[in-house]
Nanobody, 124 residues
């Protein structure tokens, strides 16, 4: 499975971005998809995940109410809508396919395929 993350960029604080994660070459719809991020000098952290059927979602506390994860299995694509961005959201964002259908895992080890990352920079 190959994952291609896109949609990152430079945005002012309070602004919005929509990230996309396009999958190819394998089974996508059965497994959960997650978004992680890594800021300079920090460890990679969980952001959000969505179940294979799209009905169940899991968010990190830091993004609840601001970010929305979704997916379109007919397009083999997952999305992360990010609103009310602040400077602490600056990071490289990665999408990943879980080993499981459930989105409950926030542990990177439970995700076996990763995209290349897309940079999100929020200016004050």
């Amino acid at each position: 499975v190959q994952l291609q993350a896109s949609g990152g960029g430079l945005v002012q604080a309070g602004g919005s971005l929509r990230l996309s994660c396009a999958a190819s070459g394998g089974i996508f719809s059965i497994y959960a998809v997650g978004w992680f991020r890594q800021a300079p000098g920090k460890e990679r952290e969980f952001v959000a995940a969505i179940s294979g059927n799209g009905l169940s979602k899991n968010y990190a506390d830091s993004v609840k109410g601001r970010f929305t994860i979704s997916r379109d299995n007919s397009q083999n694509t997952a999305y992360l809508q990010m609103n009310s961005l602040n400077t602490e959201d600056t990071a490289v964002y990665y999408c990943a396919r879980s080993r499981f259908p459930s989105p409950q895992s926030s542990t990177a080890l439970n995700y076996d395929y990763w995209g290349q990352g897309t940079q999100v920079t929020v200016s004050s």
